[in-house]
RNA sequence: GCGGGCAUGGCGGAAUUGGUAGACGCAAGGGACUUAAAAUCCCUCGAUCCUAGAUCGUCCGGGUUCAAGUCCCGGUGCCCGCACCA
């Protein structure tokens, strides 16, 4: 018998259409179904070109539990659309001369293609783009329901300026403090932009949290730290008389009032009030404070700065100790968005103040004793716990109690008419500014009126839609230099007034794209008895880089929905799954250039792997393993590997082996290894194919072993341990092998059960593979829509296992036992074996420890 | 700088959550089939001790326990995020 291999550019089109045919994987809009819902989505794909190989992986995954929880007679909700706005397609217009529209709908065409090519089980009815005015017109109408409902609202906050483009840079467009086209220095500058109250919800997204089981520990936590809530207390102290300036206060948060004796200096961030005040009649600090303004808005650039300070002259009265004044400084590491942005500077247990008092020479006075004792600081600051010293009515107390002490006592003093100290708690969480000085975005539907000041656009207007005509390639927001767009006229009384030209955040448009998905086309947001029966989201996949942004801008935004009435719901992702990243080799030629693995030959010499570039014969070095990139042209094009091995062959090597939130390492090995499998199953089932089914069946272990992955198995989608079910099924193709190799007739019926359980069990990862399986088997139907098989729990008991024997702990022999025989049988069947009997020698074990159905240690 | 994570054979990884470390796969070596190649099939495959059997072995150093890859303390290395990249 001969068989031809297993083609897939035959086969794989063909079962595409056929599910298409009987259009499959559409969900109907009508939530009157029996069957209990299940909402899969993988995050939606920035349309950047053509997809990637983390997209391959990503996709497979969710199709894997979409297919599966079908056949577990799920109602399945599996959508796709396109996270369309954004920086790179003004780039691409800069640079190709194309539409910012154009380039991005011609990339989702392309991508939904290849995406088509992968047999995906999407329902592609509910696609869309977030830059479809059709969906953002409801983007700009909740929009405006948050602004009624006071969730918006508008401040000054600093953006990078590029002097030279007269444009705002994102931070990725900074480098090395300058802007990444103009090369001129970036200055920090101030603009009035829009902001959602996101902080007001930071209790609420701390404490829900902890109801999250579905979610990763780490990004629960990656979550708990960005929100960042600490108590503490806000402290004023009293200015001594000067020359400088009125203000007679200066108040300051600290986590760590127990710390007071310890205070040698005050510092404040260089855009503080008194900050700016301060440095109209002093050139120097002016100066100072202009350099800080040169550092750039990212955390990153703040944090890794030398710590500078400058001291303003000024000094503020230390509470409890008489006549002792604290200099205050402007400092370059302090933040203005934090607490008061204002801190006292505690050397002896805080590194940043330690750092900064070594640089200016100040003093440091230790006033927690370590437990060990030994309190004379060096360069490290001690942040731990311990008694207080050197701290007059607090000395021997506990930090905690230390803490209490102080806020009572402040909080009792009166110092301009108020309180000196209260008690608060502060949180890192920042408000979520929203606006962006760019064209491709959705834009924020207001209006500015010299009469009536910021007015909403009417919901009737909506959507208020880009200008095509934009000019991207000069200095400024492309929206505010079109000559005509922003002109309109106020809603409120009338006059001629000019719209907002910021347009928002693309994350505005990802906080809530999985609601939309439950009724794509209503001419509403949201339709609330669809919204209500799909959400929340059953299963999310994405990246882990989405850990917090995205991620948590999602549950404000669904919290926000809630209060304007549009969701019932405040979580939006009950399970979530962040996986890992796809890798390869980097590739780097002499003159220093990247080039792809396609372009190379790699030959193996003497046990060493050497590169060749395929046109020029050159030798190129093989860098390491790195995210694939295309900065880095370690990119492997999955419309290659579709065409040459097929989509099957892909998804089972994306899912096969790397556990799937870690990274996985792209290689033409493994590749071939998924090939050679799908091989190995065609050959099977077609051997199999052949048996005459016969009533009596002998092969109980085969049968065994099937049901045993088939309850394996499904754990292990259910729980997207992907890895883990692939290894069940290359151990139950194996049996099958076996069995079939050496098949006699009356196992056959046994073999065929077998044989088609596992097709089963890999449809779901090889969707077309196993219709063509399961065709071939000379099953009726389609596979895709065979309801997933019930294991026979009769068939999964246990009837023997292998217990190990351990003498002191290292295994000595095993013993072959029921898996319920009783302690004291196991024992005296132990007390037997020869090896015990000789390590005993005549003596009585000192202990045996005997861990039920798992192991026997005698202790001697 | 701050926050989070990871580390097991030549390689990807498994280990029922404290109970036989290395399942399953890849690569490699040997053999069979073939005029030959490809494909396929069979065998070997953590290290050391010539063999047996044993000893060692999960990044490094300590600890808890009858028992540690797993728990605790202290290190090292690598990766991710840091609010205008998506």
Known sequence: MTTERYNPRLTEQNWQKAWDDKSLFVTPSSPTDQRPKFYVLEM?????????????????????????????????????????????????????????????????????????SMGLSLDWSREFATCDPQYYRHQQSLFLDFLEHDLVYRKNAKVNWDPVDQTVLANEQVIDGRGWRSGALVEQKELTQWFFKISDAAEDLLTSLDDLERWPQKVRTMQRNWIGKSVGAKIRFSLAPNQLTDTKTLEVFTTRPDTIFGASFMAIASDHPLSSTLEKNIPELAEFNKQCRQTGTSAIAIETIDKKGYDTGLKVRHPFIEDKLLPVYVANFILMDYGTGAVFGCPAHDQRDLDFARAYKLEVTTVVAPQDGETKIADIAYVGDGHMINSDFLDGMSKDKAIETVISRLAKTQLDGAPQAVKETNYKLRDWGLSRQRYWGCPIPVVHCDSCGIVPEAKESLPIELPYDVDLDAPGSPLARHPTWKNTDCPQCGKPATRETDT???????????TRFASPHYEQPVDRQQVDYWLPVDQYIGGIEHAILHLLYSRYFTRAMKITGHVGIKEPFNGLFTQGMVTHETYRAKDGSWLQPSQLRIEEINEKRHAYNLETGEEVTIGPIEKMSKSKRNIVDPDEIIANYGADTARWFMLSDSPPERDVIWTEAGVEGAWRFVQRIWRVVNKVSEFESSSKSNSIQLTRSAHQALDNVGKMISSLRFNNAVAQIYTLLNDIEKSANSAKPQDYSAIIDATNIIIQLFAPMMPHLAEECWSRMGNDGLVSQAPWPQADSALLVVTTITMPIQINGKRRAQLEINPDMPEDEIISAVMQLDVLKKALDGQEPKRIIVVPKRIVNIVI
């Open 44 to 116: 939606f794909p920035y349309p950047s070109g053509r997809i990637h190989m983390g997209h391959v992986r990503n996709y497979a995954m969710g199709d894997v539990l979409a297919r599966y929880k079908r056949a577990c007679g799920f109602n399945v909700l599996h959508p796709m659309g396109w996270d369309a706005f954004g920086m790179p397609a003004e780039n691409a217009a800069i640079q190709n001369n194309a539409h910012p529209k154009d380039w991005t709908y011609k990339n989702i065409a392309t991508m939904r293609e290849q995406l088509k």
């Open 504 to 514: 928002m955040d693309t994350f505005v448009d990802s906080s809530w794209y999985f």
